[in-house]
């Protein structure tokens, strides 16, 4: 989403400001379902006391990530522009997340939790009443 707000951005023209806009809304909205996702994940399978450490942990990285991506980016602003900065910031999430998806592959839809082992297959409802009446 932050790769097409860049380009939209690079249009330079006023039309461009209501999808400019829109696209924005739509990041936002992705942002807090992933968000929430996240939130659930980690409410089940960590208990009270791990998630304060999780949460503490995560905001010294989010701090600390907020205080170089500052740097870099207004180094990069002042080379490609504003728009740029917007299109290269959106390819370089596109690649962060095509890594970590490699990198973690099925243990980021399970979570970590192990697979249940699979159950004998139930009979159906007419072969248990046959089996009950004889």
Do not use: H
């Amino acid at each position: 989403m932050i790769a097409a707000a860049g380009k939209v951005a690079g249009a330079a023209a006023a039309t461009a400001v209501l999808p400019f806009t829109t696209i924005l809304c739509l990041d936002q909205s992705l942002t807090l379902a992933s968000s929430t996702l996240t939130d659930v994940a980690q409410n089940s399978v960590s208990s009270a006391a791990m998630r304060g450490r999780i949460a503490g942990t995560y905001a010294i990285f989010v701090i600390i990530g907020d205080m170089m991506s500052e740097g870099l980016a207004t180094v990069a602003e002042e080379k490609w522009g504003i728009p740029g900065l917007i299109l290269r910031l959106g390819f370089l999430q596109v690649g962060l997340v095509s890594l970590l998806a490699l990198g973690g592959g099925r243990r980021l839809w399970n979570f970590g939790l192990p697979v249940e082992a699979a159950q004998t297959p139930v009979a159906p409802l007419g072969v248990l009443a046959k089996s009950e009446a004889s």
